[in-house]
């Protein structure tokens, strides 16, 4: 067993002297589709084998009992006074919220959980913290819920008490991830089907900036604000209804007198990086990574120049990658304003690579930058052991 999961199995066991149910929660990676999962987009994120990892048991009263490791914390609340707090509490006290709202009969349980997410890293830390424990209780609890009904309660979890009005991409990415393959999710429909990630001598690299600015959950909302008043002026002069009906940037240039310019050109990114995630879709299918590759750059340049969501360690990194033959794609990913880069590496390169970027990266922002070579994993499962 992986050696979380048998920690906190361990520490289950010695503090409530019951064996647990175990379940891993997968983070996520996003090949491509960025800031549009709100905007009725398409998306394609793939679940990782980094995530949160679970012990959970009911204790037939109704009092929930957390201890989450990573933080070093214990906390106890009686169900019927479920609230929001603070830190990560909000994140497991939503889930739990989200389940009495449907009316679901849950009662007291006792939880361990760690993970090995780094947080801040744009991997969705939260969503992997929220899918788990919503899969747990599902199960223990017997309500029924269907994965994507699961996705769906940890999203309105996300936006109730931590107030992060996110897409669906992360969630949906958690509950249903399947090993080497990646999702091409339309955020309109939830439709979504299962490219095999076959990167052929390729690797998928993170690089952690180790930076997580502060105010990446406030720009976060400000950035949907923007989205929805640039798409009520479009939805009133363009006769569509959605970003996705638009299929040139340029037919909205008729439009610009009316939008702040920082709403015109959230509008400007949504199209494009609609029309890419299409396009990239297509040339995943044909197997051509570098068209693939440099669809993955432009994203970059909208996220940073239109939709104003990377920082300099982001942008340092992407320029690091420009002169390497190498590379083929490399951009911001997640919510920005820190967290990781995704890059397509090829596989012989990429000690040297990291190694040569690393130094750069200390020498310009004296921080240590850190590599997970990614793999593709299974959405939110529960651990099945023998003792
Ligand atoms: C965060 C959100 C997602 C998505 C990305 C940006 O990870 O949780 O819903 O919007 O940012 O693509």
Redesign the pocket.
Known sequence: MNSIASRIQKIFSESFSVQPQLFFSPGRI?LI??????NDGF?MPAAINKGVYYAVAQNGTDECHFYAIDFDEWFSINIHEIKKINSWKNYVLSVVNEFLLLKKSIKGFNCVFSGDIPRGS?I?S??AVEGGLAFALNELFNCGLSRVELARLCQRA?HNFPN?K?????QFANMMGKKDNVLLLDCKNLEHQYFPLQLDGYKIVLLNTKVHHSLASGE?NVRRQRCEEGLAILQSKLNIQSFRDIYSAERIISCKDEMKKEVYDCCQYVIEEILRTKKAAELLQQHDLIGFGKLMYATHEGLSKLYQVSCPELDFLVEQTLDNVAVIGSRMM???FGGCTINIIAADAIEGFIEKTGKAYLQKFNLELEAYITETGDGTSEILFTN
């Open positions: 996003n589709g960025e800031h549009v999962d709100y998306v744009g969705s939260s969503a996300e992060v996110c897409g669906i991409m992360d976060y997640g919510g920005g």
